[in-house]
Nanobody, 113 residues
Framework: QVQVVESGGGLVQPGGSLRLSCTVS????????MDWYRQAPGKQRELVAV???????NYADSVKGRFTISRDNARNRLYLQMNSLKLEDTAVYYC???????WGRGTQVTVSS
């Protein structure tokens, strides 16, 4: 059974930082490209960052230079380091194995002064 569990969200002031984590069980984690998505209130879910099985990364223009995606294959974990947070980064953040259908419940990130 595949389980996806995101954590690490919270309330942070503009300019602050958060580190999100995602633990995936039930798959051979190391062979999958892993993605971080987010969904803000009233908006469609958008792709934020990806990391391939080989460790190559790519980012949405809106987060480039501020967010860093990484993975720990030994622990089946995916991370998203978020720096210089902006009000518009407020959203529920989800991780996902790129070619699979499984979603977690997400973790809420709220950027507010």
């Amino acid at each position: 059974q595949v389980q996806v569990v995101e954590s690490g969200g919270g309330l942070v002031q503009p300019g602050g930082s958060l580190r999100l984590s995602c633990t995936v069980s039930g798959i051979n984690f190391r062979i999958y490209q892993m993605d971080w998505y987010r969904q803000a209130p009233g908006k469609q879910r958008e792709l934020v960052a990806v990391i391939t099985s080989g460790g190559s990364t790519n980012y949405a223009d809106s987060v480039k230079g501020r967010f860093t995606i990484s993975r720990d294959n030994a622990r089946n974990r995916l991370y998203l380091q978020m720096n210089s947070l902006k009000l518009e980064d407020t959203a529920v953040y989800y991780c996902k194995a790129d070619s699979l259908k499984y979603w977690g419940r997400g973790t809420q990130v709220t950027v507010s002064s």
